[in-house]
């Protein structure tokens, strides 16, 4: 499997943006995509995850701000952010768990500032 992340960029505070995951290859084998995520100086954590059926688990941090969603149509992941805060601040990263592997994509930076 094969991830592509796209979509960061500069936001001011309390602005939104939409993270996209893009996969190929063998996507049947996906049990689920996190979204994770780095800030400087931090170590990397899981903000959200989607399974096969819909199911949506949330960080405490970004729990009524971000949301998690799959187009299955075109095996593409989003993750729309609101309401953001210079602590959302960070690269993030799409990760993809088979039955026994992770994939990961490269990272999309955030940046929430004035």
């Known amino acids: 499997v094969q991830l592509q992340a796209s979509g960061g960029g500069l936001v001011q505070p309390g602005g939104s943006l939409r993270l996209s995951c893009a996969a190929s290859?063998?996507?049947?084998?996906?049990?689920?995509i996190d979204w994770y995520r780095q800030g400087p100086g931090t170590e990397r954590d899981r903000v959200a995850r989607i399974d096969t059926h819909d199911t949506a688990y949330y960080a405490d941090s970004v729990k009524g701000r971000f949301t998690i969603s799959r187009d299955s149509a075109i095996d593409t992941w989003n993750l729309v952010m609101n309401s953001l805060k210079p602590d959302d601040t960070a690269v993030y990263y799409c990760s993809a768990r088979s039955r026994d592997k992770r994939f990961w994509g490269q990272g999309t930076l955030l940046t929430v500032s004035s």
């Open positions: 290859g063998n996507t049947l084998s996906i049990i689920y």
